[in-house]
């Protein structure tokens, strides 16, 4: 996955298309904090006001020594101010926090969609709780940075341009004396935030490697009962929660320990400023009033006490950036597998597949096809045999083209399967897999899966194809029954004959049964089996099964081993040859114990 060189640019760029908000959201901000920060200078020239002085930094408001008028002024200007206060704070507040829901949203929806583009390679790289991590607690994570942190940045730096200029008006020497500990505080901030850093990396990684092992754990809870292996899986959540935990303390160890030593520096720099300060004042020196020594040490204390706060928006930044650094070193890691544009020529394909001395390779560099060679006309079905790891499935993929070939090429009509828009190819393959997944949901939902505005007459009759129609029909609520998650309402055999129906329904050129009777009973197989040529009628099919008697009205069957075809033709002509088609057979049927 390629991480992004400056997460938090990046999380920027993807913001320009808020633009607008974002603009008025710091604007209001940077308006809000202006006024947040004219008390100090209100109490300053009301104390000089009322001992009869007029400020150094303005002039009088009337111009003359009216001081009632002068309190009347200032007392109305307050109301002002704090109104405009709160305007601007109702502002900034309504856009920063519709901002950060909608790029929450759109963000993890964009993550999602990446994801689900990318190749099935990815899924087996990544655990599913690490992903799941980046769509939820990752996108969540740059929510609350939105919401809050942003603008805490932003009023942060108006605070001490604003008060700079304020302080400085007053005295540059009293200015300059209580910022000494700034240039310590932002050295130690800088150093605190490289090491605090990779603390926030594996407290990402830890809480994906968390959310892995708690997603496991669900999803097998079949598995751990029957095992009676609870004590085992506890103590492994229990390990995977420890270190998630103990990752927070090594941060905790250092976040906690950051105020405290920036507030003596502060306290350090404020009370030698005062202390000139007063001074000055007991001596009739520097030029200055009583009000704008009030107004310097509110300003500072303004100023230096936030400085605090830099602590726990280095820790928001952090964890944002490691969140945005996942988020988008997803989104902008190219996919393996190319999608070329739709293309016209895709638009009805007729379903004649070739594999053109086709090799295969996962990523551990262990061949499993060896130069594939084979032909299936539009129309004919092809029977696919052999034991356990020859190649049956991966076939498939291929042809799905969930991977890409190593080696050679496949050609549905005669095009380049890398040459065609992944959507316009999957779509005329239908697909019955050994491994039946069904979502949470009605059974009429799950048979037509995928398609839109399929009548519940169709539904029915391919339900009835699939053998599946007579068990939906004595349900309660029959197609709205709930089949659970993972179809776990189901049993097996039902779930493949839902799949069934499924892939009748979708009516594709090209039909793939990878072991689609290997979880149903011999009663129902032979039902199946009763209607395999209609359900194949006119479609190119591609079946592959252990049990060799789903496979006896197929047009050839090809025998694979290690990733070659070592026997081909009709299932009495591989009989005759007595190899190991032969003795499968034999075995299948008794002949061989």
Same mark, same amino acid.
């Given at each position: 996955m390629i991480e992004p060189s400056s997460p938090m640019l990046r999380l920027f760029q993807y913001m320009e298309r808020y633009y607008t908000r974002l603009s008025i959201g710091v604007s209001t901000s940077i308006l809000n904090k202006v006024a947040d920060l004219m008390p100090p200078l209100l109490v300053g020239w009301i104390i000089d006001t009322?001992?009869?002085?007029?400020?150094?930094?303005?002039?009088? /408001?009337?111009?003359?020594?009216?001081? @009632?008028?002068?309190?009347?002024?200032?007392?109305?200007?307050? *109301?002002?101010?704090?109104?405009?206060?709160?305007?601007?704070?109702?502002? %900034?507040? %309504?856009?920063?926090?519709? =901002?950060?829901q909608d790029v929450q949203h759109d963000l993890r929806t964009d993550a999602y969609t990446k994801l689900q583009s990318r190749e099935l390679a990815y899924y087996e790289e990544n655990r599913t709780g690490n992903l799941m991590a980046m769509l939820n607690d990752d996108v969540n994570q740059l929510e609350r940075f939105l919401n809050t942190s942003f603008n805490d940045i932003i009023q942060l730096i108006v605070l001490f341009i604003f008060s700079g200029i304020v302080l400085f008006g007053i005295s @540059?020497?009293?200015?300059?004396?209580?910022?000494?500990?700034?240039?310590?505080? =932002?050295?130690?901030?800088? %150093?605190?935030?490289? !090491?605090?850093?990779?603390?926030?990396? *594996?407290?990402?990684?830890? *809480?994906?490697?968390?959310? /892995?092992? =708690?997603?496991?754990?669900?999803?097998? !809870?079949?598995v751990i009962k029957s095992f009676t292996a609870e004590k085992f899986e506890s103590q492994r959540v229990e390990k995977a929660s420890a270190d998630y935990r103990d990752a927070n303390f090594k941060a905790i160890k250092l976040s906690t320990l950051y105020v405290p030593l920036i507030r003596m520096f502060i306290a350090l720099g404020f009370a030698g400023a005062m202390l000139v300060a007063g001074y000055w004042i007991t001596h009739g020196k520097g030029g200055i009033t009583l009000g704008e020594i009030t107004i310097f040490g509110m300003m500072v204390q303004r100023m230096l006490w936030p400085v605090t706060r830099l602590g726990r928006l280095f820790d928001e930044f952090e964890r944002a950036r490691a969140s945005a650094r996942r988020v988008f070193g997803l989104m902008d890691t190219p996919n393996q597998i190319d999608n070329p544009a739709p293309n016209k020529m895709c638009a009805a394909l007729k379903g004649e597949i070739a594999f053109n001395q086709v090799e295969f390779h996962y990523s551990n560099q262990l061949p499993i096809l060896r130069k594939l060679s084979f032909e299936v006309a539009a129309g004919e079905s092809i029977g696919i045999a052999g034991t356990t790891g020859a190649g049956k499935t991966t076939l498939i993929k291929l042809l799905l083209r969930l991977y890409d070939v190593t080696g050679g090429s496949i050609t549905i009509d005669g095009t380049d399967l890398r040459s065609m828009n992944l959507q316009q190819l999957r779509r005329h393959i239908a697909l019955v897999s050994q491994d039946v997944?069904?979502?949470?949901?009605?059974?009429?939902?799950? !048979?037509?899966?995928?398609?839109?505005?399929?009548?519940?007459? $169709?539904?029915?009759?391919?339900?009835?194809? $699939?053998?599946?129609? /007579?068990? *939906?029909?004595d349900l309660p609520d029959q197609y709205d029954a709930i089949v659970g998650e993972r179809g776990i309402k189901l049993s097996g055999g039902q779930r493949q004959r839902l799949s069934i129906a499924r892939a009748i329904l979708k009516n594709a050129p090209i039909l793939i049964l990878d072991e689609a009777t290997s979880s149903v009973d011999t009663e129902t197989e032979r039902a199946i089996q009763s209607n395999l040529n209609q359900l194949i009628q006119g479609k190119t099919a591609l079946i592959i099964a252990h049990r060799l008697s789903t496979l006896r009205r197929a047009n050839k069957i090809l025998v694979l081993k290690e990733g070659q075809i070592i026997e081909q033709g009709t299932h009495e002509d591989l009989l005759h040859q007595e190899g190991i088609y032969a003795d499968l057979w034999k075995v299948q049927i008794g002949e061989i114990i």
């Open positions: 009322l001992g009869n002085n007029t400020p150094s930094i303005i002039s009088s /408001s009337t111009g003359s020594n009216d001081i @009632w008028t002068n309190m009347i002024f200032l007392s109305a200007l307050i *109301v002002i101010i704090f109104a405009i206060e709160s305007f601007f704070e109702w502002l %900034y507040h %309504y856009y920063f926090l519709t =901002l950060a @540059w020497q009293l200015a300059l004396l209580s910022m000494i500990p700034i240039p310590l505080i =932002l050295m130690g901030s800088i %150093y605190y935030q490289k !090491i605090i850093a990779p603390k926030y990396r *594996v407290i990402r990684e830890t *809480v994906g490697q968390l959310s /892995s092992r =708690l997603e496991n754990n669900i999803s097998g !809870i079949l997944y069904l979502f949470h949901g009605t059974i009429a939902e799950n !048979i037509a899966y995928g398609m839109e505005n399929v009548s519940m007459e $169709a539904i029915k009759e391919a339900s009835r194809k $699939a053998e599946f129609h /007579s068990f *939906v029909k």
